[in-house]
């Protein structure tokens, strides 16, 4: 009786956690120390959210919930990861019908995620737009203030598209800070200048079932562990890989907890 007793507390302890923790979504909080940010960009706020997967998972009134969230951190930029719906279509107006009450004082960027490619993108890019918002597809955007400037790149995805950094960085130099949000952290393997400083990915959802949070049986990349989740620095530039706050099917996680980036931009003296 023992035995069948302890075995069932070892199958349903983490099958509840399992199915719990996705909805425990954390904010990552995090200052991005360079001598190239410019000083009227100190201390400026960046929100940077990846895979949503907005469906019947995270329904509707969650993803109201995320907006609210996000607005009360009140970001001066806010970045979108791609990965917007899951599976169907019909979810593509609810979702930015609720997100296009971000709010974010400098603007708000996107790039679209192989699962855009899989339900619709060209009707995804036709909200994104709707919205008001910049979608950066192999493409940077000067952002300025008193006469000071940051760039925010851009690439289209790595597995279903053709991303290109060179129209990025054609006009940049190594004094300058610039950002690059790529779906697909696999991306950062094809930077071989010190040109961007910041890379900005999700995609990989950290695995979404871990094993204690050391090592996910599943990663979606070509660089195994290597890009499953968190900071990596490369010889050339630094990536930052968000677990992303929604999930594929079936929709578990297991020490991996959804989360999205609040990251403080800091001039280094």
Known sequence: M???????????VPLVDGLLEPYFIKTIKKSIWDKD???AFDKKKIVFISDIHHGIYFYRARLRRLVKRINRLKPDIIILGG????????FISSCFEELRDLKARLGIFAVLG???HWVDAELIRKYLKRCGFILLENEGYWLTLVDQKIKIG?????????????PIIKDVSENDFVILVSHNPDLAEEIKNKKIDLVLAGHTHG?????????????????GQRYRSGVVKTPYTKV????????????????????????????RK
């Open 114 to 116: 192989n699962h855009d």
């Open 2 to 12: 023992i035995g069948w007793a302890w075995l069932t507390l070892i199958i349903l």
């Open 240 to 267: 930052i890989i968000s677990k992303g706050v929604g999930t594929i099917s079936p929709p578990f996680r297991f020490f991996c907890r959804p989360d999205f980036y609040l990251l403080t931009l800091r001039k």
């Open 37 to 39: 940010i410019p000083p």
């Open 154 to 166: 851009g690439t289209r995805d790595l597995w279903w598209d053709d991303p290109d950094i060179r």
């Open 207 to 223: 695995g979404q079932v871990t094993f204690f949070g050391l090592w996910a049986p599943i990663v979606p990349s070509r660089y």
């Open 83 to 90: 990965d917007y719906v899951h599976k169907h279509k019909v």
